[in-house]
T-cell receptor, first 114, second 116 residues
Framework: EAQVTQNPRYLITVTGKKLTVTCSQN?????MSWYRQDPGLGLRQIYY???????DKGDVPEGYKVSRKEKRNFPLILESPSPNQTSLYFC?????????????FGPGTRLTVL | KNQVEQSPQSLIILEGKNCTLQ??????????LRWYKQDTGRGPVSLTI?????NTKSNGRYTATLDADTKQSSLHITASQLSDSASYICVVSANRGGGGADGLTFGKGTHLIIQP
């Protein structure tokens, strides 16, 4: 089944404890992206990657890191999480970067930072 | 600054009734507009995409319209079903050019509840 998977789905952690949220897609998509979704703010893009080893900042990149060492994986790294990073996170992928290509979203990761 | 405004914020209707959701945007240069459906606790799923030259596009009971002159779009749901309960998100793309990724501006969504 063609899909985007994220792990973990739920995570509660404490301030400053490094964490990684994994994202994987099995559709051979070149473009991958991370979003956060907060009540009243909608979806905001954190980072995106147009292809392997090519990443760029989105609208809210502060406090996050990403890497794209292989096509299928695009992990999101929080080196020192803070409470304001408590949010619902979505990974998405599309065939190419053009917005004419539909983005397929993962199931989401709900992160709570205490 | 590119913006997408959706209305209403929330809407409750009875099963079987029709409804229309609105999306107004100020995004330039306009590339396309997409409507997503997001079920509670799940990722968004694309319903329709419309380009500058398209006025109407349907996907089953969902019909999207676009007026590029007034920069308005609507999503009409016909004969609503309980499974239509979800958030509906309008996303407008701007062509950044230079071979880079298109810029996406997300609306905050309309939360639709269908009551039996």
């Amino acid at each position: 089944e063609a899909q985007v998977t994220q792990n973990p789905r739920y995570l509660i952690t404490v301030t400053g404890k490094k964490l990684t949220v994994t994202c994987s897609q099995n559709m051979n998509h070149e473009y991958m992206s991370w979003y956060r979704q907060d009540p009243g703010l909608g979806l905001r893009q954190i980072y995106y990657s147009m292809n392997v080893e090519v990443t760029d900042k989105g609208d809210v990149p502060e406090g996050y890191k990403v890497s794209r060492k292989e096509k299928r994986n695009f992990p999101l790294i929080l080196e020192s999480p803070s409470p304001n990073q408590t949010s619902l996170y979505f990974c998405a992928s599309s065939l190419f970067a053009s917005s004419y290509n539909e983005q397929f979203f993962g199931p989401g990761t709900r992160l709570t930072v205490l | 600054k590119n913006q997408v405004e959706q209305s209403p914020q929330s809407l409750i209707i009875l099963e079987g009734k029709n409804c229309t959701l609105q999306c107004n945007y100020t995004v330039s240069p306009f590339s396309n507009l997409r409507w997503y459906k997001q079920d509670t606790g799940r990722g968004p799923v694309s319903l329709t995409i419309m380009t500058f030259s398209e006025n109407t596009k349907s996907n089953g009971r969902y019909t999207a319209t676009l007026d590029a002159d007034t920069k308005q779009s609507s999503l009409h749901i016909t004969a609503s079903q309980l499974s239509d309960s979800a958030s509906y998100i309008c996303v407008v793309s701007a062509n950044r050019g230079g071979g880079g990724a298109d810029g996406l501006t997300f609306g905050k969504g309309t939360h639709l509840i269908i009551q039996p």
